[in-house]
């Protein structure tokens, strides 16, 4: 008898570990499922196609910053100034949009790649831990956009770019379209591309993955690049959307990045994560925004709201047993 | 005192580490722990020095319930256990580490700390033991088999009554070796109960009064060691015979294929001008103290140390990588001595840390397939034992890790092949693998160079032995036939 109870504590203990493996997976999904139900209980107006179209292109420069963070972060980097880099893009993007329309995506593109590229020669070449080295690009980038602008913002008053970038097809803005282009093509890079296993491998073990003959500081410097391109085309999208680029414009958004890459189920250690995850993770962030200002909740309690929901999906996902040392 | 378990059990998630062991460590007497990793024999210790409580089972200490809830507690009522994982921390001064649960027993009135008491007592504690350590000597550099000392004098300054050592030995010089084992002979004679756990057999002979022999959770035996042969033991630790020798026969081998030639190899600090050839199809062992060259030479050889050099050549052509990835480009590569910092990584699958060195493409894509099958042949070939090639390498046992680092270089397919102690911490049977794997790449012609501190290991495997000794090239046996350890030992010291 008495060798029979520890069996079944242990058969008990094992219902609930895979109780808790099977949350952490679909957790994303559920949360976004309840919160969808909870807003629509609060107002009638949430639960419908113009909203959900709403809250789709809200979340569209979060998802698309949202992919270059998660590599940075599956390589067990951080980065700070993806806010400052989608603000000095968006700018570019302002300033040629009325010199040459829709082609000045590319020179927008160009400056976010740039930028981050400068992060990741300061990262992986300088050895600037990553922490520092973008929040010095959170402040120099910045920096750069007041310099420009002196605060005042940069109209756009060029039609097709505004058309293109910001533009819709029937119900469907294009800016979404191209966010889920670009989350498509993040998919493939990670799962698809011999890139995506070595991000994989440095963020899971520098040294296995050096020693494995993996050129760990390119890595380190693309995963940068590639996070200040998607940083580009964020504030193209943002630039289309709201018509202008102001001087504020991505102001904060690091903290939103960082947050839709780990509810979605990557953790800041790095080596485990998915694109699809952080896409969303964005979309319960955006959603829990906008039902919550439908619902007439103070902006002042949002953020209070914000902050618990936060840091309750972490802690109900993340899986200690994977990570060990929790910092 | 007397330490006495009963009937204990302990499960993590869906292995059960321990089933119904009863052991009893008695005052004055040495017992010694051995099994196959994985076998269950550090879940044991760790349940009766507190570190995890048992899930059922009951332990008694003197005849009283002991049910310690942490280290710190059994400690504080005689138990001490030294963890087979290093359990200093670098940051913190060597007295620090020592009395890091006591620090509070060195102040002053003020409340601040009194750090040349604490420091005087530190190095009491190290005298006693025999270790030959300076207390204010920065850890950072000491190595392993220091940082072992000063955690059994950290034990020992908890002055226990019952003494518990998972694999202290396994990082310990000659000298240290030596020492401990002194050591060992002084508490039995104070009375104290000694458990031990050790893959080195000899050692378990000549210390142990009793011997339990752990398999796969459960105690199969518990025997004094005269009354079984070394080949009786291992048969009960793996389950089976291992036959005459653990070392495959060695073929007469004509040495004719050059595959490395290194002239004048310096590694500033470390290595002064060694040179050697290395032939195709043979093992060329190193050995020598921790410290004296070998794995310097294979860290340069790999790429992952600067050296300076008269000349390398590999198969006839220049060779100075600068980069652990210029020398897999070119054929070679290595396994590392540290499996689990180097080798793997631990939370992703069996799977991805096979293709890690070779990651197979098609065109611009990773051909998925090739990855499959890459990970499912190593599998076979190397009798990996796991569940599927999607578990996580860090749920094996020690002896299935090291085959898939092992893996994880072959799937390269490389000329040169460089051995770091490829079977420390590794039990009896996983050895003997290991050992048939190595055997079984000489014949197909591959170079292997290996270092280890494992002197059987090196006499047994090597086709040709070079002794280091601080770095340069002390001896060359070019064949290891009827070599004595004691005549090899000679040129290491």
């Known amino acids: ?327 | 005192m007397k330490l006495e378990a009963r009937n204990i059990f302990k499960s993590f998630g869906a292995i059960k580490a321990v089933q119904n062991v009863s052991i009893t460590f008695e005052g004055g007497k040495v017992r010694a722990l051995v099994g196959e990793n994985g076998a269950g024999k550090s879940t044991l210790l760790k349940v009766l020095a507190g570190v995890h409580a048992p899930d059922s089972g009951e332990v008694f200490l003197d005849g009283a319930a002991f049910k310690p809830t942490s280290l710190t507690d059994a400690a504080k009522h005689g138990v001490a256990l030294v963890m087979q994982e290093t359990n200093i921390n670098p940051c913190l001064s060597i007295a620090e580490n020592i009395f890091i649960d006591r620090l509070r027993e060195f102040r002053r009135k003020s409340g601040l700390i009194d750090r040349r008491r604490m420091q005087k007592a530190a190095q009491g504690w190290l005298d006693s033991i025999g270790a030959d350590i300076d207390a204010r000597e920065e850890l950072r550099k000491l190595n392993v088999g220091q940082w072992k000392m000063i955690e059994l004098a950290r034990a020992m300054s908890t002055e226990p009554k019952v003494l518990l050592l998972d694999e202290v030995t396994a990082f310990l010089n000659r000298d240290e070796m030596e020492s401990f084992y002194a050591l060992i002979e002084t508490l039995k004679g104070r009375g104290i109960a000694i458990g031990f756990i050790s893959h080195h057999l000899n050692e378990v002979f000549s210390l142990a009064d009793n011997v339990t022999v752990l398999k796969d959770g459960c105690s199969v035996a518990d025997v004094e060691p005269q009354n079984v042969t070394q080949r009786e033991l291992e048969r009960l630790m793996v389950g089976r015979d291992i036959g005459e020798s653990m070392y495959p026969p060695r073929q007469p081998r004509q040495r004719t294929e050059k595959a490395l030639s290194v002239q004048e190899l310096h590694v500033p600090g470390r290595v002064e001008g060694v040179s050697f050839d290395l032939y195709s199809g043979e093992v060329l062992g190193i050995g020598g103290l921790k410290g004296s060259g070998g794995e310097s030479i294979l860290k340069a050889l790999y790429g992952d140390m600067p050296f300076r050099t008269g000349t390398v050549l590999l198969h006839g052509a220049q060779y100075h990588p600068r980069a652990p990835f210029e020398a897999i480009e070119r054929g070679v590569a290595m396994v590392p001595g540290e499996r689990t910092l180097e080798g793997l990584i631990l939370q992703l699958s069996v799977l991805f840390n096979l293709n890690l060195i070779s990651m197979p493409t098609k065109g611009l894509l990773v051909d998925r397939k090739e990855e499959q099958r890459i990970a499912n042949s190593q599998v076979d070939l190397l009798s990996i034992r796991t569940s599927s090639v999607n578990v996580a390498v860090g749920s094996l046992s020690g002896g299935n890790a090291q085959k898939v680092v092992i893996g994880k270089c072959l799937a390269s397919e490389p000329k040169v092949l460089l051995l770091n102690n490829p079977t420390r911490g590794i039990d009896v049977g996983a050895r003997y693998e290991i050992y048939q794997i190595i055997d079984k790449l000489r014949n197909d012609g591959i170079s292997i160079i290996m270092v280890s501190e494992d002197l059987p290991e090196l006499l047994g495997m090597s086709d040709r032995l070079i002794i280091m000794k601080s770095g340069k090239i002390s001896k060359l046996f070019t064949s290891t036939d009827g070599l004595t350890e004691e005549e090899v030992i000679s040129y290491m010291i």
């Open chain 1, 1 to 327: 008898m008495n060798t029979k109870t520890p069996a079944k504590s242990i058969e008990d203990r094992r219902h609930l570990a895979n109780a808790l493996a099977y949350l952490r997976k679909y957790f994303a999904i559920l949360a976004l499922l309840v919160l969808v139900i909870v807003f629509s209980q609060l107002n009638e107006r949430f639960f419908t196609v113009r909203n959900f179209t709403i809250i789709l292109q809200q979340a569209v420069m979060l998802m698309v910053v949202g992919i270059g963070m998660t590599f940075v972060i599956l390589a067990g980097s951080i980065d700070l100034s993806v806010g400052s880099m989608v603000g000095l893009s968006a700018l570019t993007a302002a300033i040629y949009a009325n010199k040459i329309g829709v082609w000045a995506i590319f020179p927008a593109m160009l400056v976010g790649l740039m930028c981050g590229t400068v992060n990741g020669l300061i990262f992986a070449k300088g050895k600037v831990p990553s922490f520092m080295a973008t929040l010095g690009g959170l402040v120099a980038y910045r920096g750069l956009v007041l310099l420009i602008t002196r605060g005042a913002p940069v109209e756009i008053i060029n039609m097709r770019f505004l058309n293109v970038y910001g533009g819709r097809t029937g119900d469907v803005p294009h800016s979404v379209i191209f966010a889920f282009v670009a989350g498509v093509i993040g998919y493939i890079l990670l799962n698809h591309f011999p890139f995506g296993r070595e991000v994989i491998a440095v963020g899971g073990g520098e040294n296995v993955a050096r020693l494995s003959g993996i050129k760990v500081d390119r890595v380190k410097l693309l995963v940068f690049s590639l996070s200040g391109l998607c940083c580009g085309l964020a504030g193209v999208l943002q630039a289309g959307r709201v018509m202008a680029a102001t001087a504020t414009l991505g102001d904060g958004l690091e903290l939103d990045a960082i947050a839709a890459v780990v509810v979605g189920g990557t953790p800041l250690t790095g080596g485990i994560g998915s694109i699809q995850g952080t896409a969303l993770g964005a979309l319960i962030i955006m959603t829990l925004s906008n039902g919550l200002n439908m619902a007439g909740v103070s902006p002042y309690i949002q953020y209070i709201i914000k902050g618990i929901v936060l840091v309750t999906a972490v802690f109900l996902t993340i899986d200690r047993s994977k990570i060990g040392i929790i910092k």
